[in-house]
């Protein structure tokens, strides 16, 4: 079992090049913030745990994020490749990744850390529309639908996400601005961490991850 991770501020990008990555790869996309909206969309007990920290752009309590990430774990094959997005997002979560991915003889090869200024990031996540059928993500002015509200995959309607608000989104940047820097010394330390410019087109910063695993996949 084998995993790379993008690590990012909210707003980073994280999903959008997930999704890219996902098309071009055989990576199994686990995003721990995708899995909470939909426990908290169908109710489950793990959701109503996570609710009031999401709404409120606090990080939801580590035994809950691991509960859900290893249960997902465990319904994959032993040889499975994993990209995490938003998850790990404290140290506890990375050492616990760890003793995981260890049990099964794996570890984590890469850690794509998208660097995007606060004021883009700002922008993206004010813009950002969501779809409400199938989860497709868009920016009003950046990545548009071609009909407005619309989505372009399934036409289902494109909305905008609770915790996207301006006073959710300033504490979100703060709380990442407050948990990251340890998670990038950990990642650092162990030389996996790959800085990328995620300020970029969306095709750029996907070509410059995909280039780094390549050149990893070929020097194997
Ligand atoms: P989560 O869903 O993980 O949110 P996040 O980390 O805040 O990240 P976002 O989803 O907001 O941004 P993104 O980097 O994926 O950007 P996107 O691609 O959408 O977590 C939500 C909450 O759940 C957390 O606050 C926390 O409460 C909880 N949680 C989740 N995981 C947790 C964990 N491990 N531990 C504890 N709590 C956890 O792009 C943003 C916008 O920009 C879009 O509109 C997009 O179209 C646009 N865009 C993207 N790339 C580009 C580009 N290159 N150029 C122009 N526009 C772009």
Known sequence: MKAIILLGAPGAGKGTIAE?????????????GDMLRA???AGRPVGLEAKSFMEKGELVPDNVIMKIVTERLEEGKADARYMFDGFPR??????????????????VEHVFLLDVPRDVLVDRLSGRRVCKSCGAVYH????????????????????????????TVLN?????????QSLIDYYEKK???????????????????????????CSS
Do not use: W
Request: proline fraction near 2%; charged fraction near 30%.
């Open 20 to 32: 890219g990555i996902k098309s071009a790869t055989d990576y199994i996309h686990v995003s721990t």
């Open 140 to 167: 009003i002015r950046n990545i548009p639908s071609k009909v407005a509200g619309v989505c372009d995959l399934c036409k289902g309607p494109l909305y905008q996400r609770s915790d996207d608000t301006e006073e």
């Open 90 to 107: 404290t140290t506890e979560q990375a050492l616990m990744l760890d003793e995981v991915l260890d049990g099964h003889g794996g570890r």
């Open 172 to 180: 979100r940047l703060e709380v990442f601005k407050k948990q990251t």
């Open 191 to 217: 030389n996996v961490l790959v800085r990328v410019d995620g300020s970029k087109k969306k095709e750029d910063t996907h070509a410059e991850i995909v280039s780094v695993l390549r050149t990893a996949f």
């Open 39 to 41: 426990a908290v969309k």
